[in-house]
């Protein structure tokens, strides 16, 4: 190789892999929906449940770069697998750039025979005002997710009963934008039920784990959106460092719960996209649950 074609070859590679890297990262990645599954398996969970499976959804952020196109054929892959519950785990909207009611229509066509259950994330709050809101920005995202068949469960909690048992799932107002409250939350849900807990931010699980709760399902890190191979993600936002991807398992107190000796935390990379209508090597993601009940013999 001569050395002028040698300057060519470094001068295309220069320019060609980052154009080349920013139309995959624009227009192939955010469309590239990946199914993680998951089983969580529990003594505690009722006979009732084995079996029963979640869809976990979470940071949408329908607006700007989520179009509803993006959003139906999201709804649709989670469909496919035709989950017996749906929990979304907030940043329905972008800031509020477009309304969420919206996209009521194309969230009626999730369903759920167990019910399907939300709370909000810190876009689902305003940061600055927007002509078309008369009302409190999150009163909208609450009352759009209702309208569309969702328990919005701000601080909230919902007992499922099936076949004579129960499990809960609870629900705390967005951490950095809100007021959460565990206590309020979780007020009359007896304390040893298997209990499920959506809260938008991961790390809180350091606070989660202070409660009888046994799985917490998060988003809002979005896995980092941007990563770099071997580096990892460039940035996470505030309350996602800790626990920004996957499975964790937070030990607990265990004088205090005996019978709850760890919080299973799950986050979620999210479906959606926030800030810049990109994604590289960190494909958005939903995840199917299966739940299962454990027992003695098949622990040991
Ligand atoms: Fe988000």
């Known amino acids: 190789m001569t050395r002028r074609t040698f300057i060519k070859y470094g001068i295309g590679a220069a320019v ?14 955010p469309y590239q929906l990946k199914r993680r599954t998951l089983t969580i398996a529990s003594e505690r969970i009722p006979a009732s449940f084995d079996g029963v499976t ?33 929990c979304f785990t907030g940043d329905l909207v972008e800031d509020h750039v477009m309304p969420a009611e919206a996209i009521i229509e194309l969230m009626l066509k999730l369903q759920a025979p167990l019910g399907k259950y939300a709370v909000l994330g810190n876009h689902d709050y305003v940061r600055d005002s927007r002509a078309y809101l008369s009302s409190d920005p999150t009163d909208l995202v609450t009352a759009s997710l209702e309208a569309a068949g969702f328990h919005v469960l701000t601080n909230k909690h919902h007992q499922i009963h099936y076949k004579d048992t129960s499990i809960a799932v609870a629900g705390i107002d967005d951490a950095l934008e809100g007021n959460p409250d565990m206590e309020t ?9 298997w209990c499920m807990l959506l809260a938008h931010e991961p790390d ?48 607990r107190n265990q004088a205090k719960f005996p019978e709850k000796p760890t ?27 299966t739940l299962r009940k454990e027992t003695k013999s098949s622990t040991s």
């Open 16 to 29: 060609g892999v980052p154009l080349l890297s920013g139309a995959y990262a624009k227009w192939v990645e």
């Open 54 to 86: 979640i869809a976990h959804l979470s940071d949408l952020h329908y607006g700007e770069f989520v179009t509803k196109d993006h959003v139906a054929n999201i709804f649709a892959q989670i469909m496919a697998s035709k989950p017996d519950m749906i």
């Open 185 to 193: 939350a979780l007020y009359g849900c007896p304390p040893n039920i």
């Open 204 to 251: 809180w699980a350091d606070i989660a784990s202070r409660y009888p709760i046994d799985l917490q399902l998060s988003g809002h890190s979005h896995g980092g959106q941007v990563r770099v191979p071997i580096v990892g993600p460039l940035m996470l936002p505030l309350m996602a460092k800790k626990y920004p991807d996957g499975m964790y398992q937070i030990s």
């Open 263 to 289: 919080l299973q935390l799950h986050t979620s990379r999210g479906v959606g996209m926030t800030l810049m209508p990109i994604r590289f090597f960190c494909p958005p993601e939903w995840t199917l649950i």
